[in-house]
């Protein structure tokens, strides 16, 4: 090959060299994109996985308050249920927390996003009376609050006041009489008209005429008494008035004393244990004596001949008591007596009993 030639092509490759490493350190032309693998100088950032999509609930408004109602009318109020989240919301349960008071209704359970849903209640207020809160709790598959409980509250007049409701005359003497006044008011449908029970209840005397009226809002007084001479013991009775009412006919007043002897053994359950047949016993029992009663004309007796019973007056530093003897009989098993006490008062004759009672061993 001629030396010329030789030449050429040795300074044709030297600077195709030089071009090759002055366009390296240039980097890419703008708007190239870089070469694979090629470092670009731009830190490259990782996306995560996209936010699920659920459901959120949301209730207008969170309470109802009614205010004052007539007892036997029935509320309807309305609850919004919306979907403020990103997927469809799913109404699992509506609990009224009332059994049959509250009644609930809705047309959709299944709520799309961006929607919302009336939820109607209906409360009754038939024999409901004073104020009351009541709640329905309503489920979702909103999973940040999946249970939200809704109020409904007010306050209730009833048809009929009645004052007291109930009469209790506490302790009571058998000679006593006690007496109160029961005030009855009709709050609205008109006036009021009484009349009395078709049957007195043994015990009580109530002071009614055969009617008795009083305008609507205003008060009508009976005055209602404990007859004397009941027996010792428990009392209870109902007293049934009738009135004129739309939603009541008749009004029941339960009536309860307890009534007392104006003289009165300390126990009235004398247990005496378990005794060897031929050997006696002895129990000593106060006696308590109300005011009116002749501490010294008190008689005492007993129905059984294993048991003697002696009535002691008292001094000034004990009050009076019941001496009782268990006599040996040499008969084996239990055994059972009555003692009575009885004593003039003021207000008629006064008595009370007691039972003695135990075992007879050999």
């Known amino acids: 090959m001629p030396r010329e030639l ?24 703008e708007g190239s994109p870089p070469a694979r693998g090629a470092a670009t100088g731009k830190t490259l950032e990782a996306k995560g996985p996209a936010e699920q999509a659920s459901p959120k609930l949301t209730v207008t408004p969170a309470s109802h308050d009614i205010g004052t109602q007539k007892e036997g009318e029935k509320i309807r109020r309305t609850f919004v249920l919306g979907n403020e989240g990103s997927a469809p919301l799913s109404i699992t349960g509506i609990v009224p927390r009332c059994g049959s008071c509250l009644t609930v209704e809705i047309k959709r359970r299944e709520i799309p996003p961006g929607e919302s849903e009336d939820l109607a209640v209906q409360y009754e207020l038939t024999d409901r009376v004073g104020k009351f809160v009541r709640y329905i709790v309503v489920e979702s598959n909103d999973p940040k609050n999946g249970s939200v409980s809704l109020i409904l509250q007010g306050e209730t007049v009833p048809e009929f006041e009645v004052s007291p409701p109930k009469i209790s005359f506490g302790e009571v003497l058998t000679n006593a009489s006690p007496s109160v ?4 008011k009709r709050n609205f449908g008109g006036s009021l008209e009484i009349a009395g ?3 007195m209840p043994s015990g009580l005397k109530v002071g ?24 010792p013991g428990p009392y209870k009775a109902d007293l049934v008035l009738h009135v004129n009412g739309t939603l009541h006919k008749e009004l029941t007043i339960p009536v309860t004393a307890k009534v007392v002897s104006p003289i009165r053994l300390a126990e009235d359950d004398i247990f005496f244990g378990i ?16 005011a009116g ?46 003692v009575r006490l009885e004593a003039p008062a003021e207000s008629g004759p006064a008595w009370c009993e007691a039972v003695c009672y135990g075992i007879r061993s050999g």
């Open 6 to 29: 030789i030449w050429a092509a040795a300074c044709f490759g030297i600077g195709m060299a030089a071009f090759a490493l002055f366009l390296s350190s240039r980097g890419p032309a």
């Open 181 to 184: 006044r029961l005030k009855l």
């Open 197 to 199: 029970p078709a049957q």
């Open 208 to 231: 009614l005429p055969e009617r008795l009226t009083a305008p609507e809002k205003e008060t009508a007084e009976v005055p209602v008494a404990l007859m004397p001479g009941l027996s």
């Open 275 to 290: 005794v060897p047949a031929k050997e006696s016993a002895t129990k000593t029992v106060a006696v308590m004596l109300a």
């Open 293 to 338: 009663v002749d501490s010294g004309r008190v008689s005492i007796k007993c129905d059984a001949d294993c048991l003697t019973a002696e009535y002691r007056p008292g001094d000034a530093e004990s009050g009076p008591s019941v001496k009782l003897d268990l006599l040996p009989t040499g008969k084996l098993g239990p055994f059972r007596a009555k």
